[in-house]
């Protein structure tokens, strides 16, 4: 059978334009003779040891910090103010006197009361001097013993009077700006300032009930602040509300930070991740992982620079990096760069990051997976 000419050069040219392409095709993809990733066929990737490190289960959550103790300060008494013995934000020890009001009258009683209960004490040792020698009446004595004590007590009314006068810290703190002014005149309950103890901060934050199960005092948290990026505050849940809100099915949690330095305010608002569970686990890069299906799978490396494909497990994720609860050994060294394509039983060469001029025909990889 005669094939015309025209269709002899036409089989031709397919025959060659097949040839080539199966040439192109062997020498981008590593595979065939000679392959074209480098020397020997080699693909180059770059590798991730598998390693053990601590992970832990987060639940996130919005706070509120607040101050330890925090009281707002008035005055017990009506009177006109003596003197104010401190600056606004300024640091006072427990103890210390913030304000005096005037009280020259209960200053008076006071004095009255005092020389009073000196009086009979005196009249109580002269009568019990008696009283030994048989002179007078153990009736006497014990009379005599009541109006001391009755003047006891009087003092300490009168003392305490005064002291209605003093305003004191309860507690050490930082006091807010005073809102009264020298020689004012003020009454009981009106405000004079606030005292905050921020040496430690409370927290309080809600989370879902389907956690309550593992909720417990004790429990580390991280918080941060958009007052302080980037920089993360550690503290421990202190305790776990008694009842669960019936509205929104969730419960409170108080968790305390230490806050030595006084950068955290009470008020501030505070992103929160409660860790529960920690625990030793496998971890690699998230990015060396390759859904297939409901299936995930990694390339690992071997001693001989051979890609093997594995199928592996997974658990929790966290920014980056995800748990493996089996399919990998600690320290396999696993594909992160290069896998889209790599091939079972292909050759690898390992780059390390000084290869930078080596890693050019990972560009295209990475460019997808930003994408």
Do not use: C, H
Not at 111 to 137: C, H, P
Not at 163 to 177: E, H, K, M, Q, Y
Not at 285 to 294: K, N, R, S, Y
Not at 310 to 321: A, D, L, N
């Amino acid at each position: 059978m005669n094939l015309p000419k025209k269709g002899v050069a036409l089989a031709l040219t397919v025959v060659v334009a097949a040839g080539a392409a199966w040439f192109i095709f062997a020498s981008g993809s590593g595979g065939g003779p000679g392959g074209g990733f480098g020397p020997g066929g080699a693909q180059p990737v770059y590798v991730v040891p598998a390693r053990y490190e601590t992970f832990s289960d987060r639940i996130e959550a919005i706070g509120t910090l607040s101050a330890n103790e925090s009281i707002t300060v008035t005055a017990k008494a009506q009177g006109v103010i003596r003197s104010i013995n401190f600056e606004d934000g300024a640091t006072v020890r427990e103890n210390e006197q913030i304000v005096s009001i005037a009280a020259a009258e209960e200053d008076a009683r006071l004095n009255v009361e005092l020389a009073n209960l000196e009086e009979q004490r005196k009249t109580l040792d002269r009568i019990s001097d008696l009283a030994r020698s048989n002179n007078v009446s153990q009736a006497r004595v014990d009379e005599q013993m009541a109006l001391v004590k009755k003047a006891e007590a009087n003092v300490a009314a009168a003392r305490a009077r005064v002291n209605d006068f003093r305003i004191w810290a309860p507690f050490s703190g930082v006091l807010g700006t005073r809102k009264v002014s020298l020689g004012a005149l003020v009454n009981p309950g009106t405000v004079i300032t606030t005292l905050d103890d921020i040496s430690v901060v409370k927290l309080d934050f809600a989370v879902p009930e389907t956690f309550l199960s593992s909720l417990r005092p004790g429990l580390d948290i991280e918080a941060t602040s958009q007052a302080y990026p980037g920089e993360v505050f550690a503290g421990k849940v202190s305790s776990v509300d008694s009842r669960v809100d019936p509205v929104t099915r969730s419960v409170d949690i108080r968790a305390v930070i230490s806050n030595d330095d006084g950068r955290l305010r009470p008020g501030m608002l505070m992103i929160v991740e409660l860790i529960k569970d920690s625990r030793e686990s496998l971890i690699i890069p998230e990015q060396a992982l390759m859904p297939d299906g409901t299936k995930q799978f990694v390339y690992v490396v071997n001693g001989d620079n051979v890609a093997e494909r594995k199928e592996v497990f997974i658990g929790t994720r966290r920014p980056g990096f995800v748990e493996v609860s089996g399919g990998l050994a600690e320290g396999e060294l696993v594909v992160t760069e290069g896998t889209m394509q790599l091939r079972p039983g292909a050759n690898v060469r390992v780059l390390t990051p000084g290869d930078a001029a080596n890693s050019a025909p990972l560009a295209g990889e990475r460019q997808s997976r930003q994408g």
